[in-house]
C-alpha cells in the first residue's frame, strides 16, 4: 500500500503562487509515476499534471500548462505542484495520486486526502 498525504494549499490572490507538496510512504516509492488532479465544486475530478518515476517526463492539462510545474525529489519520496499566476478558476480540491502517469482518475490506484487551493480575485 502508498499513502499520500498533500500540504501547502491555501488562500491566494489571483496572480499569486503557492507550492503543494505531496509526501509518499508506505512502499517504494521512487517507481511511482505520479499525479495531480483537482475537484471543483460540482465538478469532476480533472487532471491537472502528471511525472513520470524518475522524472524525465511531464504531462500538463492544457488549462495549466505554462503557469504549473510537477517536480519530484525521489530522496524525500515527494512530489511536487508549483502553481503560478494563479486564477480564480483555479479554486479546487487538490488530490495528489500514484500509480499512473495517464489523464484518467480512475487508473491511479492511491490517492491523498486534498488539499484545498482558493484563489480570490
Known amino acids: 500500500q502508498v499513502q499520500l498525504v498533500e500540504s501547502g494549499g491555501g488562500l491566494v490572490q489571483a496572480g499569486g503562487s503557492l507550492r503543494l507538496s505531496c509526501a509518499a510512504s508506505g512502499r517504494t516509492f521512487s517507481p511511482l509515476p505520479m499525479g495531480w488532479f483537482r475537484q471543483a465544486p460540482g465538478k469532476e475530478r480533472d487532471f491537472v499534471a502528471g511525472i513520470t518515476p524518475r522524472g524525465g517526463t511531464a504531462l500538463y492539462a492544457d488549462a495549466v500548462k505554462g503557469r504549473f510545474t510537477i517536480s519530484r525529489d525521489n530522496a524525500k519520496n515527494t512530489v511536487y505542484l508549483q502553481m503560478n499566476s494563479l486564477k480564480p478558476e483555479d479554486t479546487a480540491v487538490y488530490y495528489c495520486?500514484?500509480?499512473?502517469?495517464?489523464?484518467?482518475?480512475?487508473?491511479?490506484?492511491?490517492w491523498g486526502q486534498g488539499t484545498q487551493v482558493t484563489v480570490s480575485s
Open positions: 495520486a500514484a500509480g499512473s502517469v495517464t489523464r484518467t482518475a480512475a487508473q491511479y490506484p492511491y
